[in-house]
């Protein structure tokens, strides 16, 4: 199983950005479809971004696409997100997931297997 540990959380003013990290031990990581989530007090965890393990497939949801991008280093087993364009909507505690290997860029909490601990990030308004 893939151990993850998230990084580059903090507080931002509205409009500001920020650059999540989440390191993966093993060698498996090159092989592993990957994503970012989140979740906020008293919500449900909900999908942000994912990638395939090639980079080429990166699915958004809707509330983040055009300000956030998600992209892997797979020689440094990092995965990474840029935040841009925040807004205290986006106040959450964000966690990194690996999916199946060799599968596709998903976006359901079931089609992830191994979780990070999380990261907290704040806006302020």
């Known amino acids: 199983q893939v151990q993850l540990v998230e990084s580059g959380g903090g507080l931002v003013q509205a409009g500001g950005s920020l650059r999540l990290s989440c390191i993966a031990s093993?060698?498996?990581?090159?092989?592993?479809?990957m994503g970012w989530f989140r979740q906020a007090p008293g919500k449900e965890r909900e999908f942000v971004a994912a990638i395939n393990r090639r980079g080429d497939s990166t699915p958004y949801a809707d509330s983040v696409k055009g300000r956030f991008t998600i992209s892997r280093d797979n020689a440094k087993n990092t995965l990474y997100l840029q935040m841009n364009s925040l807004n205290p909507d986006d106040t959450a505690v964000y966690y990194c997931a690996a999916g199946a290997p060799y599968g596709g860029a998903a976006m359901g909490v079931a089609d992830f297997g191994s979780w990070g601990q999380g990261t907290q990030v704040t806006v302020s308004s």
């Open positions: 093993g060698p498996t990581f090159r092989n592993n479809a």
